[in-house]
């Protein structure tokens, strides 16, 4: 075997991460984006402005704040500690939420955007065909913005797979819970294990590349189909 | 049954005031220059617009006032967008049954398959929207539209966006769901053409605020309306066929007022048309012309002379019920001492059948 079990692990709950807060962030994500798209507020970019805080924040910044607060003491931790929860700093449960905060605009914005893309016009003709705003939502506003929701889901996946500052500051690099791929080819580096290092980092390379290319082969067969 | 609107809309600077009556057979048109509120107004109608303190009766439902609103997918209305706004994620067959899914009472295949009909798409049922043309796509949304079986039309300058060739393809189409349909229609639009073919009554919009209601060829031919007054200044008549001529093609077509003889393709008798008859094409004499190569002599009185320029005047005529309008010179209506009252005979050069 050229990985070894800890390494098959690591990429195991880098895996699982990645689709478990993928998942999250579709659920948040698409009504947070729809209301992005069509709301008048005025302050709204206050709230663009937190979304994008994560494209150039340092990882470890934003790992460190959520380690505070997820911590026993922090709001987020203290909640769950007064609701008879388990901590959650250096469990998956926090590395799902710091994923969360960290990959949401790779999330977001394309849904806004495609949201946006969308218009107005579908959405009241559909009004006028005896639809209601929820079905106008599943039937019209969705599908429409189906290209969007793939780029959403591939960025936001593959951006959590690569994740490294957050989960090393809120993970604690447990392996066999927190350990995750990219973790675990720094601690071959350090250790001088090249080769282990390679195969990991390879193999993280190879999977990233596949799902780009999905993504973009995806959008294009959108632009061909719909000249 | 009828139409009771009452609308004050304020966007910027911009207001819309109505408060009028619309007639709940046959087709209305919305009629004005851009800007002047008809697109805010049908809007406003179909719910898309959310006027405050609007008030909105349809026969004996209340759409709007007292504190209801009604939202636009609870009104039973077809819209057609000046853009034919196909969902372009569905196929056209998809597009038309979306309304018919969701129209809970008397929609049904029925409905569908006329509307299918009407509009000529059965060809065209399996394709996605990006595969039509421009008319075609919206043939698609009018029978949309129809299909979910609609107790009021709104249509908002359906052809605007249409080519010459696209518009001259679709009118008739649209001509054949008015006919069989009985049901109100309300039709936006800036082209006189477009109305003195389709519409039976007319709200004449100005500014935000309505300039006229009424029968659409009398408010073409009312001397205190813009209408009678442009270049193209026109009669429209409505004719029954007495009698057809296959030696000389020629119609014979009678109207409240008299009779008309129109060069035509054969048609049946005892069918409606409707003339179009330009002010410019009527000349006046004071005696019945003999020895004349024209043939619609018709006796009339007049009704009212208005100047419109050094040159020009426009004399509005009347044959029993029907009103007619006469471009003339003034110097002609000087040398025949034309007075308001006189009973005068109209030369009719051309009428054009739209119908």
């Known amino acids: ?227 | 049954m009828t139409i009771t609107v009452r609308f004050n809309i304020q966007r910027g600077e911009f207001a819309l005031n109505i408060d009028t009556v619309i007639p709940e057979n046959g087709v209305t048109a919305i009629f004005g220059p851009s800007g002047s509120g008809k697109t805010t107004l049908l809007r406003a109608i179909a719910g898309l617009e959310h006027a405050d303190n609007g008030y909105l009766k349809v026969g004996d439902a209340l759409w709007q006032g007292n504190g209801i609103f009604l939202p636009t997918h609870q009104r039973k209305i077809g819209y057609v967008f000046q853009e034919p706004s196909l969902f372009s994620h569905l196929t056209v067959q998809s597009n038309i049954n979306y309304g018919l899914e969701r129209a809970k009472d008397g929609s049904s295949a029925a409905v569908l398959q006329q509307a299918i009909d009407l509009l000529g798409i059965e060809h065209l049922l399996q394709r996605m929207p990006w595969q039509l043309s421009g008319g075609e796509q919206q043939r698609v949304a009018i029978a949309r539209a129809l299909a979910a079986n609609p107790s009021m039309l709104l249509l908002d300058e359906p052809l605007a966006a249409l080519g010459d060739d696209q518009k001259a393809d679709i009118l008739p189409y649209l001509e054949s769901v008015y006919q069989q349909l009985d049901i109100p229609v309300l039709y936006v639009s800036h082209s006189r053409n477009e109305v003195a073919r389709l519409a039976d009554h007319m709200l004449l919009l100005d500014n935000g605020g309505i300039k006229a209601a009424g029968k659409m060829s009398e408010i073409f031919t009312a001397m205190d309306l813009p209408m009678a007054h442009q270049s193209r200044a026109e009669s429209i008549i409505e004719a029954s066929v007495s009698h057809y001529d296959e030696e000389f093609g020629l119609a014979s077509l009678t109207f409240l007022g008299g009779q008309f003889s129109v060069a035509a393709e054969p048609l049946v008798v005892g069918s409606e048309v409707r003339l179009q008859v330009l002010a410019r094409d009527v000349s006046i004499t004071l005696e019945q012309q003999k020895n004349t190569s024209i043939l619609n002599i018709i006796p009339v009185t007049i009704d009212q002379i208005v100047r419109e320029s050094k040159s020009q005047m426009t004399v509005r005529l009347i044959a029993d019920e029907t009103a007619l309008l006469s471009r003339i010179t003034c110097k002609s209506a000087y040398n025949l001492n034309l007075k308001e009252g006189d009973k005068v005979y109209a030369q009719v050069k051309t009428a054009a059948l739209l119908t």
């Open chain 1, 1 to 227: 075997m050229i990985l070894s079990e800890q390494d098959l692990t690591a990429l195991f709950v880098t895996l699982k991460l990645a689709s478990v807060s993928t998942l999250v962030l579709l659920v948040i994500g698409t009504p947070l984006a729809w209301w992005l798209s069509r709301s008048q507020w005025r302050f709204k970019y206050i709230i663009e402005a937190i979304i994008a805080l994560p494209l150039i924040l340092p990882p470890t910044v934003l790992g460190f704040y959520l380690l505070i607060s997820l911590g026993p003491n922090g709001p987020i931790g203290g909640l769950v500690d007064m609701l008879g929860g388990a901590p959650l700093a250096f469990t998956f449960t926090g590395l799902v939420i710091g994923s969360v905060f960290y990959s949401m605009p790779f999330v977001v914005q394309p849904l806004q955007n495609a949201f946006t893309a969308v218009g107005q016009r579908p959405l009241e003709v559909a009004a006028t065909l005896r639809a209601s705003p929820l079905d106008r939502f599943f039937t019209i506003a969705v599908p429409m913005a189906k290209p969007g929701f793939i780029t959403a889901s591939v960025l936001g996946f593959a951006h959590t797979l690569g994740e490294f500052g957050v989960v090393l500051m809120i993970g604690g690099n447990i392996p066999g819970s927190t350990q995750v791929a990219s973790i675990a080819i720094y601690d071959h580096v350090e250790a001088l294990e090249y080769g282990q290092a390679h195969w990991l980092a390879g193999s993280l390379l190879l999977f990233s590349f596949l799902l780009l290319i999905v993504v973009y082969g995806t959008n294009r067969r959108y632009t061909v189909a719909q000249p």
